[in-house]
Antibody, heavy 125, light 106 residues
């Protein structure tokens, strides 16, 4: 059974850098790509970006200047770093898996099929 | 690509047929997925490719549509279906989600 588990500091001060990790079990990294998606309390979902087993990354332009994602296969772990945090970044952050297709155009066609439970991040001084 | 769901919320009784609509700001073919999210939980994939049922999902859920207009139908609402439903397009980058439709008990 595939299981994703996010972890992080919970509370971040404004202007600081957020660092989150996501432990992956029960799945290989290859053949899939790995997203970070966030959800402010009571609001909708926002895709931040994704990372492939190769290390290739693609980011939502809204976050591109502030975000870095990576994979550590030795630890079977994903990571997300987001700089210059503000109150607007307060949200639940999910890591999630989607099937990688041979044609990149179809990378999300089959949907995001496995999600972590999410970790709450509050930005406050 | 902007995704607009309607209604934003609805009230229905157990056994009712429920339909949720999702409209895309431009044509996305069949690159449309549906998710269910219960309070305090992560979203769960229901439908991909506009109409294909994800493995393990109850067959009372169905999806249809193409280009810019899509629907999610629950043929006979069950107590465990009270949740918020999101559509997601994957035709353009970045992938984007609709604002959600909350299904409440009548």
């Amino acid at each position: 059974q595939v299981h994703l588990q996010e972890s992080g500091p919970g509370l971040v001060k404004p202007s600081e850098t957020l660092s989150l990790t996501c432990d992956v079990s029960g799945s290989s990294f290859s053949g899939f790509h790995w997203s970070w998606i966030r959800q402010p309390a009571g609001k909708g979902l926002e895709w931040i970006g994704h990372v492939f087993a190769s290390g290739h990354t693609e980011y939502n332009p809204s976050f591109r200047r502030r975000v870095t994602m990576s994979i550590d296969m030795s630890k079977t772990q994903l990571s997300l770093k987001m700089t210059s945090m503000t109150a607007a970044d307060t949200a639940i952050y999910f890591c999630a898996r989607a099937r990688q297709d041979g044609n990149p155009f179809f990378n999300f066609y089959f949907g995001v099929d496995v999600w972590g439970q999410g970790t709450t991040v509050t930005v406050s001084s | 690509i902007q995704m607009t769901q309607s209604p934003s919320s609805l009230s229905a009784s157990v056994g009712d047929r429920v339909t949720i609509t999702c409209r895309a700001s431009q044509s996305i073919g069949r690159f449309l997925n549906w998710y269910q999210q219960k309070p305090g939980r992560a979203p769960q994939l229901l439908i991909y490719g506009s109409s294909d049922l994800q493995s393990g999902v109850a067959p009372r859920f169905s999806g249809s549509g193409t280009e810019t207009e899509f629907t999610l139908t629950i043929s006979s609402l069950q107590p465990e279906d009270y949740a918020t439903y999101y559509c997601q397009q994957s035709h353009g980058s970045p992938v984007t989600f609709g604002g959600g439709t909350r299904v409440e008990i009548k």
